[in-house]
């Protein structure tokens, strides 16, 4: 396994690390046990963030005592600096740490700068004066503000989507953050969860200057990654031929089920049934086919098209369109017009 080091920052670190979203959908015990096989496995890199509800308490736990031996990463969706400092205090605290490693404004739709009239920059360089963040990063979903970010040279680490689903547009963003001295964090390497061969997906990330988080919530997952620091994931022909047909039928608009976009002011799941077409081919599709579902997808038939969710996606989708899109590929593979083997 080889190590990277993140733009300017010094933080060196395999190119192999933790994305800590999952962790708040187990319990403690299991969430501190993920985190420190982790640990023990090789991982010295953990990213998590305050919206990820318990997430943070849990890293805290898990490397009391260890501190000194990894990064750690958090974010802030703070709108104002009243709330940025609010929401600092809460991190350090439930990290049981002094300072972070990399503090990071998260899911943002502008390019926070110094005298924006936001006072966010500001705000961020004091606590980096205080010594309470020792790196100044940033994340985002949009391409245009991800560019933005990278031209400013204010950051020192961008976190962006990044998978073998990437445009070629967003390599060249990789490469111009290279350029730049800027560390670049990959988010979403498993599209979501629509990607679900962890060699193809550790094969692309190590051609790029990138340090992929992989989200991991179950022992299995974990074994997978650690996998890796025993045996290198090599972009063979037989992988870039997997890579490619896997491209063609997934490349486009989809969602990636990330859950920014809710609740539904209808009801409707929409991080699941807006990416049933990709969901149903890439998984058991009797899953999928169960009155349950059949029930949960007929709720797109209640859109209002108030344009909540497509004000929140993150990636700029249609997404009322895209659900509905979903819906009738969906009947007909129910009515066996469809085929899906």
Not at 133 to 160: C, K, N, P, W
């Amino acid at each position: 396994m080889k190590s990277i080091t993140l733009g300017s920052t010094g933080i060196t670190t395999p190119q192999n690390a933790f994305g800590a979203l999952p962790v708040q959908r187990v319990d403690m015990q299991t969430a501190v046990k993920l985190l420190r096989g982790a640990y023990e496995g090789g991982m010295t890199f953990f990213d998590t963030a305050r919206a990820y509800s318990d997430s943070e308490e849990k890293l805290g736990k898990a490397f009391q005592g260890i501190r000194d031996k990894i990064y750690i990463s958090s974010k802030t969706m703070a709108k104002t600096p009243e709330k940025f400092w609010e929401d600092l205090d809460t991190t350090l605290k439930n990290l049981r740490t002094d300072h972070l490693d990399i503090h990071q404004f998260h899911c943002v739709t502008q390019c926070y700068k110094p005298g924006d009239g936001t006072g966010m920059y500001e705000a961020m360089l004091e606590a980096k004066k205080q010594g309470k963040v020792r790196h100044i990063g940033i994340t985002a979903h949009l391409i245009d503000v991800a560019e933005e970010i990278v031209e400013s040279g204010l950051y020192e680490t961008l976190q962006f989507p990044f998978s073998y689903l990437s445009t070629d547009r967003e390599i060249r963003l990789v490469q111009n953050a290279e350029k730049a001295g800027m560390g670049f964090i990959a988010m979403k390497g498993l599209a979501g969860g629509l990607l679900t061969n962890s060699e193809a997906c550790m094969a692309f990330m190590q051609q790029y200057p990138v340090l992929p988080i992989w989200g991991i919530q179950r022992e299995t997952e974990l074994e997978q990654w650690l996998s890796f620091f025993e045996r290198d994931a090599v972009m063979t022909e037989e992988i870039a031929a997997f890579i490619e047909k896997d491209r063609a039928s997934l490349m486009g608009d989809f969602c990636r089920g990330c859950g920014y976009c809710m609740p539904c002011t209808v009801g409707i799941q929409i991080n699941n049934c807006a990416r049933m077409s990709q969901l149903i081919r890439r998984a058991p599709s009797q899953n999928f086919l169960s009155e349950e579902w059949q029930g949960l997808m007929g709720k797109i038939e209640k859109c209002i098209d108030c344009g909540a969710c497509k004000a929140k996606c993150p990636y700029g989708l249609d997404t009322p369109a895209l659900l509905r899109k979903n819906l009738a590929d969906y009947r007909q593979i129910l009515a066996g017009e469809v085929e899906i083997g």
